[in-house]
Nanobody, 122 residues
C-alpha cells in the first residue's frame, strides 16, 4: 500500500531553520507531483508547496515565498521542505501528499502520512 512517512520537525526559535523529509513507498514516486500541507492549532488544512514529478517546477503559498524551498530526490523516493527564517505562525503539523496537477490548483490524491510537528517559539 501507499506509505508516506514525514520526519524532521521539532522545536525551533524564531528565525531558525528546519528541513522536513517525506519518505514514500508503495507507488511509482517519479510519476507523481508532491505537496506539503500543514494544519495549525485551531485551524484547517493549508496547502504550503507543490513540486512536479520531475522536480523542475514548484510553487508556494504567499506566506512562505522566499523562506521555504521544496525539492525531491526521485532516486531516494523522498521529497523535502527546507524552511528558513521561521516565524511563530509557521507552527503546525506538516504532511506530504501525492498531488494532481491537471488544473489551475493542485489537488491531493490518496493517503497522507502521520505528519511531523513544527513548533516555532522562543
Amino acid at each position: 500500500e501507499v506509505q508516506l512517512v514525514e520526519s524532521g520537525g521539532g522545536l525551533v526559535q524564531p528565525g531558525g531553520s528546519l528541513r522536513l523529509s517525506c519518505a514514500a513507498s508503495g507507488f511509482t514516486f517519479s510519476s507523481y507531483a508532491m505537496s506539503w500541507v500543514r494544519q495549525a492549532p485551531g485551524k484547517g488544512l493549508e496547502w504550503v508547496s507543490v513540486i512536479n514529478s520531475g522536480g523542475i517546477r514548484s510553487s508556494y503559498t504567499d506566506s512562505v515565498k522566499g523562506r521555504f524551498t521544496i525539492s525531491r530526490d526521485n532516486a531516494k523516493n523522498t521529497v523535502y521542505l527546507q524552511m528558513n527564517s521561521l516565524k511563530p505562525e509557521d507552527t503546525a503539523k506538516y504532511y506530504c501528499s501525492r498531488t494532481i496537477l491537471d488544473g489551475p490548483s493542485p489537488r491531493p490524491l490518496g493517503s497522507w502520512g502521520q505528519g511531523t510537528q513544527v513548533t516555532v517559539s522562543s
